[in-house]
């Protein structure tokens, strides 16, 4: 089992910036791929970020290409999220998932392991 526990959420006003990270434990060998994910009250879960375990290849959803950035650490078994130019549309608990596949995803389902998640506040 993987265990993720997310920190750096919090309230910021509209074009500030926020850095999460999600710090892995446990087996933390079957943490390959890797993701953000975010859900806002009343909508589902969707895609925020991905990255594969060599930090090599990326994919981010296309409302915050340019603005976000997602990285890892594998020596710290970390990942991270940073966010700047935060909109009040980012407003959402954001997820960290873990998957043992190494390939990039942006489905839910995909992934086997999640944190509890970590609440991010972007007043106008």
């Known amino acids: 089992q993987v265990q993720l526990v997310e920190s750096g959420g919090g309230l910021v006003q509209t074009g500030g910036s926020l850095r999460l990270s999600c710090a892995a434990s446990?087996?933390?060998?079957?943490?390959?791929?890797m993701g953000w994910f975010r859900q806002s009250p009343g909508k589902e879960r969707e895609f925020v970020a991905t990255?594969?375990?060599?930090?090599?290849?990326?994919l981010y959803l296309d409302s915050v290409k340019g603005r976000f950035t997602i990285s890892r650490d594998n020596i710290k078994h970390t990942l991270y999220l940073q966010m700047d130019s935060l909109k009040p549309e980012d407003t959402a608990v954001y997820f960290c998932?873990?998957?043992?596949?190494?390939?990039?995803?942006?489905?839910?389902?995909?992934?086997?392991?999640w944190g509890q998640g970590t609440q991010v506040t972007v007043s106008s």
């Open positions: 446990g087996r933390t060998s079957l943490s390959n791929g």
């Open positions: 998932a873990a998957r043992r596949d190494v390939a990039l995803s942006h489905t839910i389902r995909e992934y086997d392991y």
């Open positions: 990255i594969t375990w060599s930090g090599g290849s990326t």
